[in-house]
């Protein structure tokens, strides 16, 4: 026998109790009884009868239920049981919550969704658009049944330029799960594939338990390229679908989702056809009108045409300068008339021509036009018109320069 602390013993029943394969995975069905949220942590019992066991789901749990406990309700709730320390009390720390009389197998399915979706598997921020086109398409599903053949059909319908590269599966039964996985795995190994097809033809809900797995939940996620799922019919609706990058109806409307179809295609080329001739007629009349101004401006500044016009300019500037240059010298000759004929008019030359006489001191040249200047005795030279000649003062007569007249 051993002794055991309360701590010790609180350590030990809980190692006990998260090593019990019931204890820390379990579902527990019961009715309702004072449920209560604080700080938005929801406590309530599970009441059987005369048996009552407390829960407890945090607030990140109850954010994710569709159910939320209320008094009275018929629940079944899955969690694991755990010893409080501080109360001395065991409870059932509770994950999900759902309404009595579903079966354990939904139970667990609804279990792994919320899992799941916690996890952001199925959040809408994480799917991938289809690429326009593919020259590759991936499919894993059955090579026996119809579904293969009804893609083909399909395909080559709508869209004959596309290569199909079938990963054969299981798509039921046991190991059908790991199958899937293994086939996803050999398409993003071979790498050419562009986008990925998971179908499967109608069936009951066991049937397509497959697809409800996380095994293949897990592998459409980490799928290196956008998956497509055509599983069942159109109500059927798996967690493969909801971590699909796109859900479709069916098979086929799998197939036309991922393909083009050649008359839309022979449409569109017919439109581009039509606008590239019309963009062309347009540059090109553009290109024209261009080209025509450019020959119109290279006439104007063509060299010869400058040349020709310089030749003319100069001309009409020598012819220009020429007339300045005659009314110049015709100006200056009748300048230099004037001025020829004033000097004529001032020149003593002149004057002495009239009968005039210039007479000047003979020793020493100097002008003289005073009587006084004149002694008697003095040797005078007089100038006239045509020469001079010697002369002496021999006698002074004073008096006004006009008393000759």
Not at 185 to 203: H, M, N, S, T, Y
Request: proline share 4%.
């Amino acid at each position: 026998m051993q002794e055991l602390s309360v701590g010790e013993f609180a350590k030990y029943l809980n190692q006990v109790l998260a090593s019990d394969l019931i204890l820390s995975d379990v579902w527990v069905t019961g009715e309702v009884s004072g449920a209560r949220n604080v700080r938005g942590n929801m406590y309530f019992d599970l009441i059987d009868g005369d048996v009552k066991l407390p829960c407890s789901l945090f607030k990140t749990a109850l954010m994710r239920q569709r159910v939320t406990p209320e008094d009275g309700q018929k629940v079944s709730v899955h969690g694991y049981v755990d010893y409080y320390a501080p109360f001395g009390k065991l409870s059932l720390k509770v994950d999900v919550v759902q309404r009595q009389g579903i079966g354990l197998v939904s139970l667990e399915l609804e279990r792994l969704r919320m899992r799941l979706e916690a996890e952001g598997l199925f959040s809408d921020a994480r799917k991938r658009p289809l690429p326009r086109g593919p020259k590759f398409i991936g499919i894993i599903t059955s090579e026996q049944g119809a579904v293969l053949h009804d893609v083909r059909t399909v395909l080559e319908r709508r869209y004959p330029m596309t290569e199909l590269l079938l990963a054969p599966t299981r798509v039921q039964g046991e190991g059908a799960p790991e199958s899937i996985r293994d086939a996803f795995d050999l398409l993003a190994a071979d790498g050419r594939a562009e986008v990925i097809i998971l179908a499967r033809g109608g069936g009951s809900k066991e049937d397509l338990s497959a697809f409800d797995t996380e095994i293949v939940a897990r592998a459409i996620y980490a799928s290196p390229v956008p998956v497509v799922t055509g599983v069942g019919h159109e109500t059927d609706t798996t967690i493969a679908d909801m971590v699909a990058d796109v859900r479709a109806a069916t098979p086929s409307v799998a197939a036309e989702l991922v393909s083009l179809d050649r008359d839309d295609i022979l449409r569109d080329v017919a439109r581009s056809r039509t606008l590239i001739e019309a963009m062309m007629a347009s540059t090109l009349a553009a290109s024209g009108d261009r080209l025509a101004a450019l020959s119109e401006a290279l006439v104007t500044f063509s060299p010869s045409e400058h040349i020709e016009w310089s030749r003319s300019n100069l001309d009409a500037q020598r012819q220009a300068l020429s007339g300045i240059v005659t009314m110049l010298l015709n100006r200056r000759r009748g300048t230099v008339s004037q001025a020829t004929s004033l000097l004529d008019a001032l020149s003593p030359l002149d004057v002495l021509a009239r009968g005039y006489a210039v007479i000047a001191d003979a020793a020493s040249g100097r002008t003289l036009s005073s009587v006084s200047d004149m002694v008697p005795g003095a040797d005078v030279r007089i100038t006239v018109a045509d020469g001079s000649a010697a002369a002496t003062i021999h006698q002074q007569t004073p008096g006004s320069p006009r008393g000759g007249r």
